[in-house]
T-cell receptor
Framework: DAKTTQPNSMESNEEEPVHLPCNHSTISGTDYIHWYRQLPSQGPEYVIHGLTSNVNNRMASLAIAEDRKSSTLILHRATLRDAAVYYCILRALNTGTASKLTFGTGTRLQVTL | GAGVSQSPRYKVAKRGQDVALRCDPISGHVSLFWYQQALGQGPEFLTYFQNEAQLDKSGLPSDRFFAERPEGSVSTLKIQRTQQEDSAVYLC????????????????FGPGTRLLVL
């Protein structure tokens, strides 16, 4: 699987936007970029995914570089409930069985008042 | 609706004991995954089921680890003769995905079972 690189930790003030970067320079043409997050003492949860175009949903936005070698997860207004570890994961489009998730160490986001 | 549930939430075992961890996936979900998460690390894949068939067990760390899903719904992860290095959070996830091309296979995770081996 292609590898992703994320900063170990980031801090943000509440109500401010947060940009979480992810580098994936060896991404292949059929790899989708997925983001999951893990709140304290919980299992990971899906946030967003994309292939080439920027994506928005109720939780976040995903900005994908034109060369697809990096992407940024954007939380428009961070709240205390967004404090979590955020994982950037590449997933290949499969025509067979479901694919496992390959997590790195992620970025631990701290949100302060 | 009901999400993925796991039991027990916490388990303390003495070294050498056998343990069984249960996962109840979301009803109708074809795929089921087990992951192991050591302290301060991201989850690591252990094994994968499609219905009752175990299609990938490449992540199981040793033959002391065994997983089953006999009726294609509930799954059990069993660890025999537990060792201290088995201490971790064991996460179960399920997804709708079955055979065929898929673009998105969102995995829904349970809260995990925290295993401590003394």
């Amino acid at each position: 699987d292609a590898k992703t690189t994320q900063p170990n930790s980031m801090e943000s003030n509440e109500e401010e936007p947060v940009h979480l970067p992810c580098n994936h320079s060896t991404i292949s043409g059929t790899d989708y970029i997925h983001w999951y997050r893990q709140l304290p003492s919980q299992g990971p949860e899906y946030v967003i995914h994309g292939l080439t175009s920027n994506v928005n949903n109720r939780m976040a936005s995903l900005a994908i570089a034109e060369d697809r070698k990096s992407s940024t997860l954007i939380l428009h207004r961070a709240t205390l409930r967004d404090a979590a570890v955020y994982y950037c994961i590449l997933r290949a489009l499969n025509t067979g069985t479901a694919s496992k998730l390959t997590f790195g160490t992620g970025t631990r986001l701290q949100v302060t008042l | 609706g009901a999400g993925v549930s796991q039991s027990p939430r916490y388990k303390v075992a003495k070294r050498g004991q056998d343990v069984a961890l249960r996962c109840d996936p979301i009803s109708g979900h074809v795929s089921l995954f087990w992951y192991q998460q050591a302290l301060g690390q991201g989850p690591e894949f252990l094994t994968y089921f499609q219905n009752e068939a175990q299609l990938d067990k490449s992540g199981l760390p040793s033959d002391r680890f065994f997983a089953e899903r006999p009726e294609g719904s509930v799954s059990t992860l069993k660890i025999q003769r537990t060792q201290q290095e088995d201490s971790a959070v064991y996460l179960c996830a399920s997804s709708l995905a079955g055979v065929g091309p898929r673009i998105k296979e969102t995995q829904y995770f349970g809260p995990g079972t925290r295993l401590l081996v003394l």
